[in-house]
């Protein structure tokens, strides 16, 4: 039964965080980036490669997993290996809970080398896919504070 419980509760963990997880496409704007003007340059298009942005390693994979692992940990035996077992199965459960949320916000980008129409070349990974663009497309490259991003 506790297998169960615990199976039960890594997929729970791991379908919260992949709701958390957020977009880096050039068609996704947060909601301080609205209503900003932003820098647009014109250029071509010299080169698209497949890369894989990591996933986010923040308190809350590590954190669940623990509580998870602790709760799990602790049904295990009588007296103090009860706690010697919530205390190991907190820090596997952190250990997991971590590795779980790395793996289910880890997504598919692309690295998209650009030729300005000024002469300068500029490369832009951003969430996508090598058929989102083509050698030789003529594209906008769109700069705020930092966020750059490749669009047609």
Do not use: W
């Not at 594209?139 to 490749?150: K, Q």
């Amino acid at each position: 039964m506790y297998k169960h419980l615990r199976t039960l509760s890594l997929l729970g963990l791991a379908a919260f965080l992949g709701a958390c997880a957020s977009s880096n496409s050039g068609d996704v704007y947060t909601r301080e980036q609205t209503r900003e003007a932003q820098t647009v340059k014109m250029g071509t298009v010299e080169s698209v490669r497949t890369v894989r942005i990591e996933g986010t390693k923040t308190p809350i994979g590590s954190g669940a997993g623990a509580v998870i692992g602790g709760v799990a940990g602790s049904s295990v035996g009588g007296g103090r290996g009860s706690i010697i077992a919530a205390v190991l199965g907190a820090v596997a459960g952190g250990l997991a809970g971590s590795a779980v949320e790395e793996g289910v916000t880890r997504k598919e980008g692309v690295e998209i080398t650009v030729t300005l129409d000024k002469g300068s070349t500029i490369a832009v990974v951003q969430e996508g896919s090598a058929s989102d663009f083509q050698v030789g497309d003529r594209v906008r490259i769109l700069d705020a504070d930092g966020v750059t991003r490749v669009t047609r």
